[in-house]
C-alpha cells in the first residue's frame, strides 16, 4: 500500500491565481482531513470527510473548497490565492471503526503564494 | 485558552536519559488522545494513542492520561539523538483532531 499520496510537493503560485491540492489514499479509509501548518505551530483542520459525498468545515475553511466524490480521493481547492495560505498542507485519513480513530499522514504540499 | 496546550521547550536532554513531554486540554468531551513525532520538513508519523487513564507503554515511549486534571503526557525513557523532533499533542472528539503547538526536543549526545 501507498498510504496517504499528496501533488504537488512544491508549488509556487502568484496572488489571485488558483489551484487544486490532490490527496489519495488506499486503505480503504472513511475520514479524510485537509491541515495546514504554519512555521513553528501545531495543525490547523481545513475540511474534513467522514464519506463520500460528505464534507465539513474544520477551524480554517475560508479560501478554500473540497469536495469527496470517491472514497480514495479528497482534492483541496484554493481559489484566488493569497499570501495568507502560504503555509505546509497535509491531507490525512483514518479508519471508523478503529475506536482510536489514529490518523495516518500524506507527505505534504509546501505552498507559496506571491 | 488554547484547546490543546503543549509545554512551550525547547526541550534539551542528554543522551540515555527521559525525556517528559506534557500536554493539557479544556473539552472534557475528548475521547482520546495521540502523541506524533515530526521531523523537521516531514509529515507527522503517530507514536502512540490512548483513551483510558493511565499509563499506555510501547517500548521506550510511555504515555499517560490524567481525565480529571485533562493531562496527557509522554515519556521517552532512553533517549537517543533519533528522538529529536517536534511532538505533537493531539485531542480527538468525533473524527475530529485538534493539535497543540508542538514541543521540540533536541537529544544531545
Known amino acids: 500500500n501507498a498510504g496517504v499520496t499528496q501533488t504537488p510537493k512544491f508549488r509556487i503560485l502568484k496572488i489571485g491565481q488558483s489551484m487544486t491540492l490532490q490527496c489519495t489514499q488506499d486503505?480503504?479509509?472513511?475520514?479524510m482531513y485537509w491541515y495546514r501548518q504554519d512555521p513553528g505551530m501545531g495543525l490547523k483542520l481545513i475540511y474534513y470527510s467522514v464519506g463520500a459525498g460528505i464534507t465539513d468545515k474544520g477551524e480554517v475553511p475560508n479560501g478554500y473548497n473540497v469536495s469527496r466524490s470517491t472514497t480514495e480521493d479528497f482534492p483541496l481547492r484554493l481559489e484566488l490565492a493569497a499570501p495568507s495560505q502560504t503555509s505546509v498542507y497535509f491531507c490525512?485519513?483514518?479508519?471508523?471503526?478503529?475506536?482510536?480513530?489514529?490518523?495516518?499522514f500524506g507527505p505534504g504540499t509546501r505552498l507559496t503564494v506571491t | 485558552q488554547k484547546e490543546v496546550e503543549q509545554n512551550s521547550g525547547p526541550l534539551s536532554v542528554p543522551e540515555g536519559a527521559i525525556a517528559s513531554l506534557n500536554c493539557t486540554y479544556s473539552?472534557?468531551?475528548?475521547?482520546?488522545f495521540f502523541w506524533y513525532r515530526q521531523y523537521s520538513g516531514k509529515s507527522p508519523e503517530l507514536i502512540m494513542s490512548i483513551y483510558s487513564n493511565g499509563d499506555k507503554e510501547d517500548g521506550r515511549f510511555t504515555a499517560q492520561l490524567n481525565k480529571a486534571s485533562q493531562y496527557v503526557s509522554l515519556l521517552i525513557r532512553d533517549s537517543q539523538p533519533s528522538d529529536s523532533a517536534t511532538y505533537l499533542c493531539?485531542?480527538?472528539?468525533?473524527?475530529?483532531?485538534?493539535f497543540g503547538q508542538g514541543t521540540i526536543l533536541t537529544v544531545h549526545p
Open positions: 486503505m480503504n479509509h472513511n475520514y
Open positions: 493531539a485531542a480527538r472528539r468525533g473524527g475530529k483532531l485538534t
Open positions: 473539552d472534557r468531551g475528548s475521547q482520546s
Open positions: 490525512a485519513s483514518s479508519l471508523r471503526g478503529d475506536s482510536s480513530y489514529e490518523q495516518y
